[in-house]
């Protein structure tokens, strides 16, 4: 095994175990892991075989993409900023870490598939090359352009006025027909709050002694933004058309609330996991009864806030 | 003997021209100072050399052959030090250290008079998570030494040291150049130059704006406040300083 790959075994090893730490903690991502794979085969038992092989090709292009976008990164990060550069450097060391990596995922995706319904083998596999395949091609296609330097504050900016161009255009003043579309600038609106978030930025927040109140205020004048353009919204094309796209702008707010808070307490890797486990744990007890959802929410987003609260003062 | 040698090393980042036509020739048992002002190339040069940036054109010659064009040889053949900022807070030193040095006593081993002056011994055992920016900076540095190169390259080693610790360090690595390292490091500290380097390098916007032979770091070591101002006059391309 190359020195890059045992690093980040070890890594993502210690990772879990620090996220893990408690015997609660443990328990509780358990019952949730276990809640969610007895849902997962209670909907496969009742599904049609379209709608499995479906569900489990997405799913498999989404971790195909997701997993070469960070192996590609992470080939990135030891070549130029790290101590194991000449083992990436070398075509045998690239290939050994990319192909280690990518055939223990899809011995992973085979055995969760096979737990959960053995229909989704095929499928799952097949997405899973396809979304390596458009990671892998999309990493060249970025490595052979020039260096970006736009920062994520310029990245709002953009978004924030593409979001409000968009509110003016459709008013229904000039476009009867608008309204149908109202809800998209405020998602953009939500998206673009969530650009300039760093997950580097947001770990240097923790190191200089920054409290998570202070981070996390940076939200205040985009959410105050999307509170702007939804009264917009409302006096041109009335409450509804506002309310979806509030509501979804609203959820991806609180979406970007709990990746920060997770991202204080390790970096981007382990942080987004960790949001995803919240988040995942808080569907599957919205799916057993909806109102709790919002409770298992709510306890997620305390919880990782004292996390990262306790995450502070590195520097001495 | 000469170990590294950069003839018109030139290094883009993107589309953007940052290291153009730098010469540099460093032996064995020198240190060799860049300075310059911030975004002056100092840190792109370093990663050229160091095999983390690539090299756009010129010729790097590690013990007399060119690896400008062979990136794995030249981060294979030269010790890097990574920025603080990106060693993995869920690791342990000895973690990091055993895998540069191939095991713990190697790396430790290869520290020689480093491994006192930054006190690793208090270091190993900890999570870098849980070390001050100072700890984190000497995991760092002791990181360009674990592997054992003869060819080393530090940027801005100093920077949140403690006084004790910059000093330890300091003349810790004055022992090892004499005892045949070849440093390459990027300094802030002007006075550090005089100390820790054999020859200097002035960078500005990329290029070698003056180069200070080991003759003359001497002479300054006598009056280091006229040094100090002519650098300063240097860096501020007032005039040329005499």
Known sequence: MNRPIRHDVLLAWRETTAALAGWGDRALVLIGMALIVASMRHAAAIATTTAIAGTALLAGAWIGFGLGRMIEQRIVFHASDYLYAADVLRRAGTRRYRDGTFLAALVSIIAIAAVIELRAILPAVAGYVVGLGIALAWGRRAAAAPEWSAGGGRRARVAMGVSIGVVLATLRWWWPMAPAWSAAPLIGAAIAIMAPYDAEAIRFDAVIGRTVGATVGRLGAAVLWLVGLTVIVVIAHGPSAAMIGAAIGAVLIWLTLLRVLAWRMGGRRSGDLIALAMVAMSAVAGAMAIPLAPIALAAATIWLWRRAQAARWLIA | ?242
């Not at chain 2, 589309?15 to 020739?25: M, Q, S, T, Y």
């Not at chain 2, 006192?116 to 540095?141: K, N, P, Y």
């Not at chain 2, 949140?160 to 003349?171: F, Q, S, T």
């Open chain 2, 1 to 242: 003997m000469t170990k590294l040698v950069c003839e018109r090393l030139r290094v883009d980042r993107g589309a953007a021209l940052v290291v153009d036509g730098v010469e540099l020739e460093a032996c064995a048992g020198q240190g060799c100072g860049v300075i310059g002002a911030n975004g002056s190339g100092k840190t792109s040069l370093l990663r050229a050399i160091a095999g983390r940036l690539p090299i756009a054109a010129g010729r790097c010659l590690i013990h007399g052959v060119d690896k400008a064009d062979d990136r794995a040889s030249r981060a294979e053949r030269i010790g890097f030090a990574p920025p603080v900022e990106v060693l993995p807070g869920a690791l342990r030193s000895r973690d990091v250290l055993a895998l540069a040095g191939g095991s713990l006593d190697a790396a430790l081993e290869h520290l020689g008079p480093l491994r006192h002056a930054l006190a690793v011994d208090g270091l190993i055992d900890r999570d870098i998570g849980a070390c001050s920016a100072g700890m984190r900076q000497r995991i760092a540095i002791a990181c360009a030494f674990a592997g054992g190169q003869d060819i080393v390259v530090l940027d801005e080693p100093f920077n949140w040291l403690d006084p004790v610790a910059a000093y330890d360090v300091r003349i810790a690595l004055r022992r090892m150049t004499e005892e045949g390292l070849t440093l390459i490091t990027a300094l802030h500290d002007l006075g550090m130059l005089l100390t820790t380097c054999d020859q200097g390098l002035l960078l500005s916007a990329g290029s070698v704006a003056l180069t200070m032979s080991q003759a003359r770091l001497a002479e300054a070591r006598h009056d280091p406040g006229a040094f100090e101002q002519r650098m300063i006059h240097a860096l501020r391309g007032d005039a040329a300083p005499a």
